[in-house]
């Protein structure tokens, strides 16, 4: 095994250097990166199929193997993603505030990188891709860490980024792959290195970084989406959404989990639901209310707290607007929440009392995504209110410090009273 200590205190040293580095040759790196995988396409795509078939056989399971597909479409989608990510503004060296604090003494807040970030990430190679953009864009260091099924892939994708980014003028150890699950472990205590993990995976497994490192933790142990339709919901509009937010992508954290309607319509809107999700092989389970009405599997507590990834969607009648904000508040994980109604002044309710990162109306979950919201991509999803939340992209990977300029200034002139601070913010 590498000695993983070493290998992050090289990274950490290249971090300073990369901070430094100009948005010209950030951006360079970026397009040539785009062009180094339309060049390899063909190796990208020959390494996946590897790990296909291998996950086959070891009979990964099927929401994971869509995950770890990684075809044209999808190397189109990271290809387009980092093309939109170098056309965006650099945020390094941005002055959000100057201000004197004296005559000649001149006080400004910069933005600058968080320094070296590790990733560790399980199926999805364009989670590579998009990582490993991103922190170059916000000159980031990163230490990534993939799912052993996606090992070729990862490496495949890592080669081609890895040289046209040094090709480009980037210090070499602005991107890092670490291949055996054993590594994570050190990986963990490199606090001293590291300065932010971002674990993406299963529920237990994000519990397990959080609880066995003092590095900080950015990201969300589970995604228990939710979609409520209210009673002055549009009925017809509503079941493309649902349907939309539970089954365009189901292996995914912003996927809709749980339903829950009003019972002012829920005579009208679960036989219209039923139908569609039997179309679409979606299996539902539900509360008394929701049996009495369409057939179904009968739900459990347990159901409303499980996050399924799979065809799989719990739905609950409930008495109002107010009680869908009660269960979602009390069940979900603070991810994705929306309501579909045509009363501008419920959705607002329902979008200021809802305790998520993202709250959304007549649209679907499924939205929740930092290539959707214009970020270029994402990092993963934060559910914390510490930092950053939501869709993580290029404002999430910056932080920033102060700059002081002064002349001969001394804190023992103001602290006596023979100078005094004249504070005055400059535009």
């Given at each position: 095994m590498k000695n993983i200590a070493i290998i992050a205190e090289a990274v950490k040293s290249d971090s300073y250097m990369l901070a430094a580095i100009s948005e010209e040759t950030r951006n360079r790196a970026l397009t040539d990166i785009v062009r180094a995988l339309s060049d390899g396409r063909a190796a990208i795509l020959a390494a996946n199929e590897a790990d296909l078939t291998e996950a086959e056989k070891t009979g990964l399971a099927a929401p994971l193997l869509k995950r770890l597909k990684f075809d044209n479409d999808k190397l189109d989608g990271v290809i387009q993603g980092i093309r939109e990510l170098a056309a965006l503004p650099d945020p390094l060296f941005q002055t959000r505030f100057a201000r004197q604090l004296d005559e000649g003494l001149i006080l400004k807040q910069v933005t600058c990188p968080i320094g070296v970030i590790g990733v560790i990430f399980e199926s999805r190679p364009d989670a590579l891709v998009q990582i490993s953009t991103l922190c170059l864009k916000s000159g980031n260091c990163a230490i990534l860490k993939g799912g052993s099924e996606a090992k070729?892939?990862?490496?495949?994708?890592?080669?081609?980024?890895?040289?046209?980014?040094?090709?480009?003028?980037?210090?070499?150890?602005?991107?890092?792959?670490?291949?055996?699950?054993?590594?994570i472990g050190a990986l963990l205590s490199c606090e001293d290195s590291i300065d932010l993990l971002i674990p993406r995976g299963s529920n237990?497994?994000?519990?397990?970084?959080?609880?066995?490192?003092?590095?900080?933790?950015?990201?969300?142990?589970?995604?228990?989406?939710?979609?409520y339709v209210d009673k002055y919901a549009d009925l017809e509009k509503s079941i493309p959404i649902v349907m939309d937010a539970k089954t365009q992508y189901v292996?995914?954290?912003?996927?809709?989990?749980?339903?829950?309607?009003?019972?002012?319509?829920?005579?009208?809107?679960?036989?219209?639901?039923s139908k569609a999700a039997e179309k679409a092989h979606v299996q539902l389970i539900g509360c008394p209310e929701t049996q009495a009405r369409i057939a179904c599997?009968?739900?459990?507590?347990?159901?409303?707290?499980?996050?399924?990834?799979?065809y799989i969607l719990t739905v609950r009648v409930v008495d109002g607007l107010d009680a869908a904000i009660g269960h979602i508040n009390r069940y979900g994980s603070h991810h994705t929440d929306a309501i579909l109604t045509e009363d501008p002044d419920r959705a607002e309710r329902f979008m200021q009392l809802v305790d998520s990162a993202d709250v959304f109306h007549n649209c679907s979950t499924r939205f929740s995504d930092g290539y959707r919201y214009g970020f270029g991509a994402?990092?993963?999803?934060?559910?914390?209110?510490?930092?950053?939340?939501?869709?993580?992209?290029?404002?999430?990977?910056?932080?920033y410090k102060y700059k002081l300029y002064g002349n001969g200034h001394v804190v023992a002139d103001y602290a006596s009273g023979q100078k005094a601070f004249r504070f005055a913010d400059i535009s």
């Open positions: 070729h892939t990862n490496a495949a994708l890592f080669d081609l980024i890895h040289q046209a980014g040094v090709s480009a003028g980037i210090p070499a150890g602005f991107l890092t792959l670490l291949e055996s699950r054993e590594e237990a497994f994000v519990r397990y970084i959080m609880d066995n490192t003092k590095i900080p933790v950015m990201g969300h142990a589970d995604g228990i989406c939710h979609v292996a995914v954290c912003n996927a809709a989990e749980t339903l829950l309607v009003h019972r002012a319509v829920a005579d009208a809107f679960l036989p219209l639901l599997i009968p739900a459990r507590e347990t159901d409303y707290r499980t996050e399924y990834l799979d994402e990092v993963g999803v934060s559910t914390s209110k510490l930092h950053a939340r939501g869709p993580v992209g290029l404002e999430g990977l910056i932080t």
